[in-house]
Protein backbone atom coordinates (compact mmCIF):
# COMPACT_ATOMS: atom_id res chain seq x y z
CA UNK A 1 0.00 0.00 0.00
CA UNK A 2 2.87 2.15 1.06
CA UNK A 3 4.85 1.80 -2.00
CA UNK A 4 0.98 2.55 -4.42
CA UNK A 5 1.18 5.87 -2.55
CA UNK A 6 4.87 6.36 -3.10
CA UNK A 7 3.97 5.40 -6.95
CA UNK A 8 1.28 7.88 -7.51
CA UNK A 9 2.77 10.58 -5.36
CA UNK A 10 5.74 10.10 -8.15
CA UNK A 11 3.31 10.07 -10.69
CA UNK A 12 1.42 13.60 -9.97
CA UNK A 13 4.89 15.07 -9.50
CA UNK A 14 5.99 14.45 -13.06
CA UNK A 15 2.93 15.63 -14.11
CA UNK A 16 2.92 18.75 -11.76
CA UNK A 17 6.53 19.30 -13.20
CA UNK A 18 5.69 18.77 -17.19
CA UNK A 19 2.42 21.16 -16.52
CA UNK A 20 4.88 23.66 -14.76
CA UNK A 21 7.35 23.33 -17.79
CA UNK A 22 5.07 23.93 -20.13
CA UNK A 23 3.56 27.09 -18.70
CA UNK A 24 6.64 28.83 -18.18
CA UNK A 25 7.91 28.50 -21.88
CA UNK A 26 4.24 29.91 -22.46
CA UNK A 27 4.81 32.39 -19.90
CA UNK A 28 8.34 33.08 -21.21
CA UNK A 29 6.72 34.32 -24.53
CA UNK A 30 3.95 36.42 -22.40
CA UNK A 31 6.84 38.13 -20.82
CA UNK A 32 8.14 38.90 -24.30
CA UNK A 33 5.09 40.18 -25.35
CA UNK A 34 4.76 42.72 -21.81
CA UNK A 35 8.38 44.10 -22.90
CA UNK A 36 7.29 44.36 -26.32
CA UNK A 37 4.08 46.73 -25.88
CA UNK A 38 6.18 48.60 -23.77
CA UNK A 39 8.95 49.59 -25.50
CA UNK A 40 6.38 50.31 -28.45
CA UNK A 41 4.83 52.45 -26.03
CA UNK A 42 8.44 54.42 -25.07
CA UNK A 43 10.02 54.38 -28.68
CA UNK A 44 6.53 54.39 -31.24
CA UNK A 45 3.87 55.95 -29.43
CA UNK A 46 5.96 58.26 -26.78
CA UNK A 47 5.63 61.41 -29.57
CA UNK A 48 2.79 63.17 -27.28
CA UNK A 49 4.40 62.70 -23.69
CA UNK A 50 5.87 66.25 -23.51
CA UNK A 51 1.75 67.42 -24.17
CA UNK A 52 0.68 65.68 -20.88
CA UNK A 53 0.93 67.16 -17.55
CA UNK A 54 0.94 63.83 -15.78
CA UNK A 55 3.66 61.19 -15.94
CA UNK A 56 1.52 58.48 -15.44
CA UNK A 57 1.08 57.56 -19.70
CA UNK A 58 4.72 56.84 -18.90
CA UNK A 59 5.17 55.36 -15.80
CA UNK A 60 2.65 52.42 -17.07
CA UNK A 61 4.75 51.74 -19.82
CA UNK A 62 7.90 51.45 -18.00
CA UNK A 63 6.19 49.24 -15.34
CA UNK A 64 5.45 47.35 -18.11
CA UNK A 65 8.84 46.70 -19.87
CA UNK A 66 10.31 46.10 -16.02
CA UNK A 67 7.75 43.28 -15.59
CA UNK A 68 8.24 41.74 -19.06
CA UNK A 69 11.91 41.75 -18.07
CA UNK A 70 11.13 39.95 -15.18
CA UNK A 71 9.05 37.56 -16.49
CA UNK A 72 11.42 36.14 -18.68
CA UNK A 73 14.22 35.93 -16.10
CA UNK A 74 11.34 34.08 -14.22
CA UNK A 75 10.54 32.28 -17.08
CA UNK A 76 13.97 30.68 -17.04
CA UNK A 77 14.08 30.12 -13.21
CA UNK A 78 10.90 28.45 -13.48
CA UNK A 79 12.16 25.96 -16.00
CA UNK A 80 15.35 25.28 -13.90
CA UNK A 81 13.44 25.15 -10.36
CA UNK A 82 10.77 22.58 -11.83
CA UNK A 83 13.48 20.09 -13.24
CA UNK A 84 16.11 20.04 -10.61
CA UNK A 85 13.23 20.02 -7.96
CA UNK A 86 14.32 22.86 -5.51
CA UNK A 87 12.41 23.89 -3.10
CA UNK A 88 14.37 26.88 -2.02
CA UNK A 89 14.20 27.31 -6.17
CA UNK A 90 10.74 27.05 -6.21
CA UNK A 91 10.15 29.47 -3.29
CA UNK A 92 12.07 32.60 -5.00
CA UNK A 93 10.04 31.49 -8.23
CA UNK A 94 6.69 31.72 -6.52
CA UNK A 95 7.77 35.02 -5.29
CA UNK A 96 9.14 36.35 -8.45
CA UNK A 97 5.36 35.77 -9.54
CA UNK A 98 4.06 37.51 -6.89
CA UNK A 99 5.67 40.33 -7.36
CA UNK A 100 4.89 40.54 -11.39
CA UNK A 101 1.32 40.08 -10.23
CA UNK A 102 1.50 43.51 -8.01
CA UNK A 103 3.45 45.10 -10.89
CA UNK A 104 0.96 44.36 -13.83
CA UNK A 105 -2.03 45.09 -11.51
CA UNK A 106 -0.41 48.21 -10.70
CA UNK A 107 0.25 49.09 -14.27
CA UNK A 108 -3.19 48.05 -15.24
CA UNK A 109 -5.08 50.14 -12.88
CA UNK A 110 -2.81 53.02 -13.44
CA UNK A 111 -4.16 52.72 -16.78
CA UNK A 112 -8.21 52.66 -15.69
CA UNK A 113 -7.50 55.54 -13.26
CA UNK A 114 -5.51 57.66 -15.85
CA UNK A 115 -8.20 56.61 -19.03
CA UNK A 116 -10.52 58.64 -16.39
CA UNK A 117 -9.11 60.84 -15.56
CA UNK A 118 -7.38 62.06 -19.27
CA UNK A 119 -10.00 64.53 -20.42
CA UNK A 120 -9.85 66.38 -17.60
CA UNK A 121 -6.38 66.76 -17.75
CA UNK A 122 -6.22 67.30 -21.00
CA UNK A 123 -9.40 70.05 -21.09
CA UNK A 124 -6.82 71.90 -18.21
CA UNK A 125 -3.45 71.71 -19.57
CA UNK A 126 -3.76 71.42 -23.05
CA UNK A 127 -4.32 74.86 -24.46
CA UNK A 128 -1.86 76.54 -21.80
CA UNK A 129 1.29 73.78 -22.95
CA UNK A 130 0.45 74.87 -26.85
CA UNK A 131 0.44 79.00 -26.25
CA UNK A 132 2.82 78.80 -23.59
CA UNK A 133 5.16 76.43 -25.15
CA UNK A 134 4.96 76.58 -28.37
CA UNK A 135 8.40 77.48 -30.20
CA UNK A 136 9.52 79.03 -26.91
CA UNK A 137 13.71 77.89 -25.99
CA UNK A 138 13.75 74.76 -24.29
CA UNK A 139 10.76 73.69 -25.29
CA UNK A 140 12.08 71.72 -28.66
CA UNK A 141 9.74 68.32 -27.38
CA UNK A 142 6.87 70.51 -27.12
CA UNK A 143 7.02 72.27 -30.69
CA UNK A 144 7.79 69.08 -32.23
CA UNK A 145 5.41 67.15 -30.51
CA UNK A 146 2.29 69.96 -31.61
CA UNK A 147 3.67 69.83 -35.14
CA UNK A 148 3.43 66.30 -35.60
CA UNK A 149 -0.17 66.64 -33.56
CA UNK A 150 -1.91 68.79 -35.92
CA UNK A 151 -0.38 66.82 -39.27
CA UNK A 152 -1.19 62.98 -38.13
CA UNK A 153 -4.66 63.76 -36.51
CA UNK A 154 -5.96 66.71 -39.20
CA UNK A 155 -6.26 69.24 -35.93
CA UNK A 156 -5.42 72.95 -35.51
CA UNK A 157 -5.13 74.56 -32.02
CA UNK A 158 -6.66 72.82 -28.90
CA UNK A 159 -9.91 73.41 -29.13
CA UNK A 160 -9.70 74.62 -32.46
CA UNK A 161 -7.86 77.70 -34.70
CA UNK A 162 -8.62 80.67 -32.65
CA UNK A 163 -6.62 79.29 -29.28
CA UNK A 164 -3.20 80.27 -31.44
CA UNK A 165 -4.68 84.05 -30.50
CA UNK A 166 -3.43 83.35 -27.67
CA UNK A 167 -0.20 81.63 -28.32
CA UNK A 168 3.39 83.65 -26.81
CA UNK A 169 5.05 82.70 -30.49
CA UNK A 170 2.29 84.19 -32.86
CA UNK A 171 1.87 87.77 -30.33
CA UNK A 172 5.86 88.10 -29.90
CA UNK A 173 6.01 88.87 -33.54
CA UNK A 174 8.77 85.95 -34.30
CA UNK A 175 6.14 83.99 -36.09
CA UNK A 176 6.46 86.44 -39.51
CA UNK A 177 2.90 87.16 -39.77
CA UNK A 178 1.24 83.50 -38.89
CA UNK A 179 -1.93 83.40 -37.16
CA UNK A 180 -1.53 79.79 -36.80
CA UNK A 181 1.34 77.20 -36.74
CA UNK A 182 2.54 76.20 -40.46
CA UNK A 183 1.87 72.60 -39.21
CA UNK A 184 -2.32 73.52 -38.94
CA UNK A 185 -1.97 73.85 -43.03
CA UNK A 186 -3.32 71.18 -45.01
CA UNK A 187 -0.50 71.50 -47.49
CA UNK A 188 2.36 72.42 -45.42
CA UNK A 189 4.81 75.17 -46.89
CA UNK A 190 6.69 78.08 -45.45
CA UNK A 191 4.64 80.60 -44.36
CA UNK A 192 1.21 79.19 -45.00
CA UNK A 193 0.27 79.83 -41.45
CA UNK A 194 -0.83 83.46 -42.61
CA UNK A 195 -3.96 82.51 -43.63
CA UNK A 196 -6.62 80.86 -41.19
CA UNK A 197 -9.38 80.08 -44.26
CA UNK A 198 -10.74 76.82 -44.12
CA UNK A 199 -9.42 76.08 -47.16
CA UNK A 200 -6.02 75.98 -46.00
CA UNK A 201 -5.91 74.89 -42.69
CA UNK A 202 -7.43 72.03 -40.83
CA UNK A 203 -11.17 73.24 -38.96
CA UNK A 204 -11.69 70.10 -36.90
CA UNK A 205 -14.92 70.13 -34.76
CA UNK A 206 -13.46 69.55 -30.85
CA UNK A 207 -9.48 70.21 -31.76
CA UNK A 208 -6.48 68.63 -31.35
CA UNK A 209 -8.26 67.61 -27.81
CA UNK A 210 -10.50 65.41 -28.55
CA UNK A 211 -7.69 63.38 -31.39
CA UNK A 212 -5.24 62.81 -28.69
CA UNK A 213 -7.64 61.94 -26.34
CA UNK A 214 -8.84 59.12 -28.36
CA UNK A 215 -5.77 58.00 -29.40
CA UNK A 216 -4.38 57.71 -25.56
CA UNK A 217 -7.30 56.40 -24.38
CA UNK A 218 -7.12 53.29 -27.29
CA UNK A 219 -3.45 53.09 -26.25
CA UNK A 220 -4.42 52.37 -22.42
CA UNK A 221 -6.98 49.93 -22.92
CA UNK A 222 -4.18 47.94 -24.39
CA UNK A 223 -2.01 48.56 -21.56
CA UNK A 224 -4.69 47.85 -19.26
CA UNK A 225 -5.98 44.67 -20.80
CA UNK A 226 -1.97 43.64 -21.57
CA UNK A 227 -1.45 44.21 -17.50
CA UNK A 228 -4.50 42.37 -16.53
CA UNK A 229 -4.65 39.99 -18.68
CA UNK A 230 -0.85 38.57 -17.74
CA UNK A 231 -2.03 39.00 -13.82
CA UNK A 232 -4.62 36.88 -14.60
CA UNK A 233 -2.41 34.32 -15.97
CA UNK A 234 0.23 34.17 -12.68
CA UNK A 235 -2.56 32.93 -10.84
CA UNK A 236 -2.39 29.82 -12.69
CA UNK A 237 1.41 29.68 -11.97
CA UNK A 238 1.31 30.32 -8.72
CA UNK A 239 -1.03 27.14 -8.00
CA UNK A 240 1.04 25.26 -9.89
CA UNK A 241 3.96 26.21 -7.96
CA UNK A 242 2.47 25.63 -4.60
CA UNK A 243 1.00 22.52 -5.80
CA UNK A 244 4.79 21.43 -7.05
CA UNK A 245 6.57 22.08 -3.76
CA UNK A 246 3.91 20.65 -1.70
CA UNK A 247 4.13 17.32 -3.63
CA UNK A 248 8.25 17.58 -3.25
CA UNK A 249 7.72 18.32 0.09
CA UNK A 250 5.69 15.19 0.71
CA UNK A 251 8.04 13.01 -1.42
CA UNK A 252 10.88 14.41 0.97
CA UNK A 253 9.53 13.22 4.33
Given at each position: ???????K????????K?????????FW?????????G?????L????I???????????????VV??VV????????C?A???????????????????????I?????A???Y???????????????????????H??????V????????C??????????????????E??????P????????????Q?????N?????????T?????IQ????V??A?????????????VF?????????????
Amino acid sequence: MGEFNEKKATCGTVCLKYLLFTYNCCFWLAGLAVMAVGIWTLALKSDYISLLASSTYLATAYILVVAGVVVMVTGVLGCCATFKERRNLLRLYFILLLLIFLLEIIAGVLAYVYYQQLNTELKENLKDTMTKQYHQPGHEGVTSAVDKLQQEFHCCGSNNSQDWRDSEWIRSGEAGGRVVPDSCCKTVVPGCGQRDHASNIYKVEGGCITKLETFIQEHLRVIGAVGIGIACVQVFGMVFTCCLYRSLKLEHY
